[in-house]
């Protein structure tokens, strides 16, 4: 016979569960074992900048075709994906929490009146793209465009002799750029009609400073790693959840991305079907996720009925312009949230305000209401919203200062290149990430709408100052910097017309 003590049973029995819980866990875990994996994209909607990395889903089933760039065989110097699992931003015990659908709320968003004058700038260049037949000599080649530029020839063949002896193919990819002589500007041109990463691409542009002209070249076949693809209906994309844990598009893209195409979608017909073909660099813990292009796509994904291409500029924020030299950014520059309407523009205004004050009437406690008229020149935007709504960084750049500020209130400040600074006063309260000092992108999420400060109700006063200079970016004539096409952006502008346009490849 066999005796146990209390504890000694206790330990017996506790062992026997333990062995049982594990054995049914193993066969549970062997059960549910995923067949396929695909890979996670880590990212954060934090000040901070995100770290992206991205591998080729291997889901066969996916119902989404990938894009094949046309008059290929299929291989691209860019990688193309069905979908992307994208890690959760924020959950509890697993589960994501709600957020809103940022997509439709901009699109539903007012647009702020601004007549935009025909720029001197953007009537100055005349842009090109296309796949141009391959010719002997550059002469031939500008020739078949009905270009003559002989400054232009003489640097070619100096220092690019050997170019077209290099090239493939019946056609050549080529995006240019022309100045209001019709001089060339840039030309960004590839070395065979594949543009895969056997390709060159070369880039021929004038200097800032004179007519000589400058020479890059670029190899396809690496570079463009963390550059990804990708193919949505466009209904199918204007209905995006952020929340989703499957999608193509990172979310912290998405507030650019709606922006973009509440831009261009009033060009294209909504009744029929379209599609928008995105491509963006992904990133990884040194730089921003990016869009690169947007096309919108009509049924047959072969002619482009609007686009848009980022175009890094020295000294300032990067910007958003169309292959025919158009900008995009005016209108990022002037909506920062989803408002109900402009209760103020910039300009000498008056205000009637009360003020409650606490009184005396011989053994008695009164309260007195006073009433004062308070007259100002006002220097910003005051955007009518309800209190608790998302207010966005109009664009990249470094969080200065958020904290209480006298008038102002609650004030968030972002410093821009070029000198620029944006101001978002009276907030409610703020992003909790933020940090002073840190880099900001644009779409950021970094406040709410309150009405702290100097403010007779809930709004977001907004301002743009250059060199602490009040600006008024509804002005209809005012041609910044910020949304104006430089001669120093040509070259940006035609290298990646040639390298993302669906335009350039053979039809």
């Given at each position: 016979m066999i005796f146990f003590t209390r504890n000694s049973f206790r330990n017996v029995f506790l062992t026997f569960c333990f062995v049982a819980f594990s054995t049914t866990l193993f066969a549970v875990e062997k059960k549910v074992a995923p067949k396929t994996s695909t890979a996670k994209k880590e990212t954060t909607q934090t000040g901070k900048k995100s770290k992206n990395t991205a591998q080729k889903s291997q889901n066969s089933n996916s119902s989404s075709a990938q894009l094949r760039p046309r008059g290929s065989s299929g291989s691209s110097f860019l990688k193309s994906y069905d979908r992307l699992n994208f890690q959760n931003i924020v959950s509890v015990d697993g589960e994501p929490l709600p957020t809103p659908n940022i997509m439709e709320n901009i699109l539903q968003m007012p647009t702020p009146e601004v007549v935009k004058p025909l720029s001197k700038l953007d009537s100055a260049f005349n842009l090109r793209q296309g796949c141009a037949n391959n010719t002997n000599n550059i002469r031939n080649f500008l020739a078949s465009l009905n270009i003559e530029?002989?400054?232009f020839e003489s640097n070619f063949n100096f220092?690019?002799?050997?170019?077209?002896?290099a090239t493939s193919g019946r056609c050549l990819p080529f995006a240019i750029s022309l100045d209001s002589s019709r001089k060339i500007q840039s030309l960004s041109i590839v070395n065979n009609d594949r543009r895969d990463s056997s390709s060159t691409m070369t880039t021929i542009h004038r200097s800032e400073t004179s007519f000589v002209y400058l020479v890059e070249s670029q190899n396809l076949n690496?570079?463009?790693?963390?550059?990804?693809?990708?193919?949505?209906?466009?209904?199918?994309?204007?209905v995006y959840k952020s929340n989703q844990a499957n999608s193509s598009i990172p979310p912290e893209l998405i507030w650019e991305i709606s922006s973009l195409i509440k831009e261009l979608y009033s060009k294209v017909?909504?009744?029929?079907?379209?599609?928008a073909r995105i491509i963006y660099n992904a990133g990884d813990k040194n730089n921003w996720a990016q869009v690169v292009s947007l096309e919108i796509l009509d049924a047959s994904q072969k002619n482009v009925i609007a686009d848009a291409f980022w175009v890094d500029r020295d000294g300032l924020p990067g910007g958003f312009f169309t292959s025919t030299g158009v900008e995009l950014e005016q209108n990022f520059w002037i909506s920062p949230l989803n408002y109900t309407r402009i209760s103020r523009g910039v300009g000498y205004s008056s205000l009637r305000l009360s003020k409650s004050k606490q009184g005396k009437k011989g053994?008695?406690?009164?309260i007195v209401n006073q009433t004062y008229t308070y007259s100002a020149t006002h220097q910003g935007i005051d955007f009518a919203a309800p209190i608790g709504t998302p207010i966005y960084a109009v664009a990249n750049g470094k969080l200065i200062h958020y904290g209480p500020y006298p008038a102002y209130g609650n004030l968030v400040i972002?410093?821009?290149?070029?000198?620029?600074?944006?101001?978002?006063?009276?907030?409610?309260?703020?992003?909790?990430?933020?940090?002073?000092g840190s880099e900001v992108r644009r779409g950021l999420e970094i406040g709410y709408v309150g009405s702290t400060g100097r403010s007779t109700g809930p709004h977001?006063?907004?301002?743009?100052?250059?060199?602490n200079v009040f600006l008024n970016p509804l002005a209809s004539r005012l041609e910044l910097d910020l949304w104006t096409l430089r001669n120093e952006d040509q070259y940006h502008l035609t290298r990646n017309m040639v390298l993302f346009s669906s335009q350039v490849l053979p039809k």
């Open positions: 530029d002989s400054n220092q690019l002799p050997n170019f077209f002896k690496s570079g463009f790693e963390n550059y990804l693809e990708v193919i949505l209906d466009l209904n199918d994309l204007i017909n909504s009744n029929e079907r379209h599609f053994n008695s406690k009164s972002v410093e821009h290149e070029g000198n620029y600074k944006t101001y978002y006063a009276h907030l409610s309260s703020y992003n909790p990430e933020l940090v002073v977001l006063h907004f301002e743009l100052r250059k060199n």
